[in-house]
């Protein structure tokens, strides 16, 4: 059965490393894992992409292990503004008619 | 700047209803995707589509049509709205990339759908 699961919230003070973790055990073999950050009233927006090892951009690393069965979406040093909820996105067949995205993690960062 | 368009922001319907929600890219984008999102349930998708008159089921299609005449234009049809799809509809784009199902999606800014 294709299903992604993460923690349902998180809670972080400014500052802080952040890590929030996806599982995904039947990942399609050739896509990538991808994650989004929504904020109240808009549409969930890219963050970050990766198939294997890790990836790093300017706001957020993440860590995919070889298995590809999980995959951790690290955010450096927290602000008031990461404030959000965090999906991960998977393919599960290579149809892509199992694009399955999780059912979102809350991230409450406060002073 | 990527930008995706819906038609409405919030939009009210009667039980029975035929609703058309509609999405519209300007950067040229093969795929096009509905969703619904509800509370503790995350994003669903309804239907995809990867090229113009070309459609794909997704997780829930059930109650649900769609229509892609032309390239920058996805409609979601529900044919007789029922109160249990009362929900957040999300559109999205991406580009045909290598052909990842995963390639980077451009989400509109939803329109709240309310069935009475």
């Known amino acids: 059965l294709a299903k992604t699961t993460q923690p349902i919230s998180m809670d972080s003070y400014e500052g802080q490393e952040v890590n929030i973790t996806c599982s995904h055990n039947n990942i399609a073999t050739n896509d990538y894992i991808t994650w989004y950050q929504q904020f109240p009233s808009q549409g969930p927006r890219f963050i970050i992409q990766g198939y294997k090892t890790k990836v790093t951009n300017e706001v957020a690393s993440l860590f995919i292990p070889a298995d590809r069965k999980s995959s951790t979406l690290s955010l450096p040093r927290v602000s008031l503004s990461d404030t959000a909820v965090y999906y991960c996105?998977?393919?599960?067949?290579?149809?892509?008619?199992?694009?399955?995205f999780g059912k979102g993690t809350t991230l409450s960062v406060s002073s | 700047d990527v930008k995706v368009t819906q038609s409405s922001r919030y939009l009210v319907k009667r039980t029975g209803e035929k609703v058309f929600l509609e999405c519209v890219q300007d950067?040229?984008?093969?795929?096009m995707f509905w969703y619904r999102q509800d509370p503790g349930l995350g994003l669903r998708l309804i239907y995809f589509s990867y090229d113009v008159k070309m459609k794909e089921k997704g997780d829930i299609p059930e109650g649900y049509s769609v229509s892609r005449e032309k390239k920058e234009r996805f409609s979601l049809i529900l044919e007789s709205a029922s109160t249990n799809q009362t929900s957040m509809y999300l559109c999205?784009?991406?580009?045909?990339?290598?052909?990842?199902?995963?390639?980077?999606?451009?989400f509109g800014p939803g329109t709240r759908l309310t069935v009475l």
């Open positions: 950067m040229d984008h093969e795929n």
């Open positions: 996105l998977v393919a599960f067949n290579q149809a892509g008619t199992a694009l399955i």
């Open positions: 999205a784009s991406s580009p045909l990339g290598e052909g990842h199902h995963t390639d980077t999606q451009y």
